[in-house]
């Protein structure tokens, strides 16, 4: 019998859409970390991945879940005493009562934004995306054959906002859902009530389903975050996705979850249980160890405090304009002063002063002439890597 070789066998074709977004976007800081492997002393901000250690009851909760040979099959839908730790947490962040049918855990948000897209989107559907758009939204997107229509943020007196005339000529009859994101990465933005209430309005309006990317839900600095899932008229028609990642320093442990209409909920509870059959028990048991702890507060006043003490040092530079974020782990620098772009500016610090940025044109073309800092190092280092960042900008600008 001949041997045959099959060269030719079918890739679907959406393979093409599961894949990641632009790889020159990672190159500095691909680049960064080798370096640093190679023993020099570079400052990464590239990503933004808590540098905190995960708190020690979460820890030791997961570890006594193990020694109690909780190590089997569980529930799809997530073990029960930690869905009833996220009914209790997130009803009161939301001020309503949460129902045990409105909850699935997932593991991390990442996970929950691709089950919750393979629901609601049908192929050739349009699904509006809030841009600058998180690198991984088109790959959720494009990944139920959605095509992703970006709906940009308006530009207004050094912040970025929610436009709802942007979303009104973005959207079409094909569109099934906007996928929207605060408080935002990379900007920084969160939403007002009055922002919040327009959105659910426009969705309403459009009849489309209102899905809410609230990873940073808890790190809000300046006025509280008012999440469309807190409105009434949001509840039929919106899905948050959540994790535990940044607010308790928990991004390695992949756990998070979603909240969505108990009507709705089984379609993505059978999306979970058809990748995963269920997360493992005991990260599932720090997890709700974790949402006890109200950790939250404390993570939320250290991310402020480098907030403020970057926003100060890079302010003081006339080379370089920081937009003051309101909320989350990350700052834009506007490096167009200094006359380079955002990807030269960013080889440039890297190179001669050893710190790591991401070059932000790769979330947008509004970002294009910005660099995108993380703020998950500590202060001291936070503060060392802006002088080196200011410093960078004036010899450019001497010189
Ligand atoms: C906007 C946004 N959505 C989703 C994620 C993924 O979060 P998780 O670690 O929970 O999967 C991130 C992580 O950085 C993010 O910034």
Known sequence: MSQTRKDDLPVAKRTGALKAGSSDAWAVHDAATKMKRNGEDIIVLTIGDPDFETPD??????????????THYTAANGILPLREAIRRYESERLGWDVSMENIL????????????MQTIVNPGDDVLSIDPAYPTFPAVIGGAGGNMIRVPLKHTDGQFRFDVAAAEAAVTDKTTAFLFNFPHN??????????AETVVAFCRRHNIWLVCDEVYAELTFDAPYVSPMSLPDARDIAISVRSMSKSHAMSGWR?????????????????????????AEFIQRGAAA??????????????????????????????????????GIFALIDVRPTGLT???????????????????NSFSNLTIGFVR????????VLE?????IVALADEITSG
């Not at 009851?57 to 909780?70: F, Q, Y």
């Not at 990379?186 to 922002?195: F, I, K, M, Y």
């Not at 998070?256 to 979970?272: D, K, S």
């Not at 991310?303 to 937009?323: E, P």
């Open 255 to 279: 756990v998070g979850w979603v909240l969505a209409p108990a009507t709705h909920a089984g379609h993505i509870q059978n999306c979970i249980n058809a990748m995963l059959f269920g997360g």
């Open 290 to 327: 974790g949402l006890e702890l109200n950790i939250a507060d404390e993570m939320r006043a250290a991310y402020q405090r480098r907030r403020d003490s970057l926003v100060d040092k890079i302010s003081a530079s006339s080379h370089l304009k920081i937009m003051r974020p309101e909320s």
């Open 57 to 70: 009851n979460i820890v030791n909760a997961a570890i006594e879940s193990l020694h109690r040979g909780e």
């Open 384 to 388: 060392e890597a802006a002088d080196r």
């Open 186 to 195: 990379p900007t920084g933005a969160a939403l007002n009530q009055q922002e």
């Open 342 to 360: 955002e990807t030269e500016f960013a080889w440039k610090l890297l190179k001669e002063k050893k710190v790591s940025v991401l070059p932000a």
């Open 105 to 116: 855990v997932c593991q991390g948000a990442q996970n929950g934004l691709y089950s919750v």
């Open 373 to 380: 800092v993380s703020l998950c190092v500590p202060s001291e």
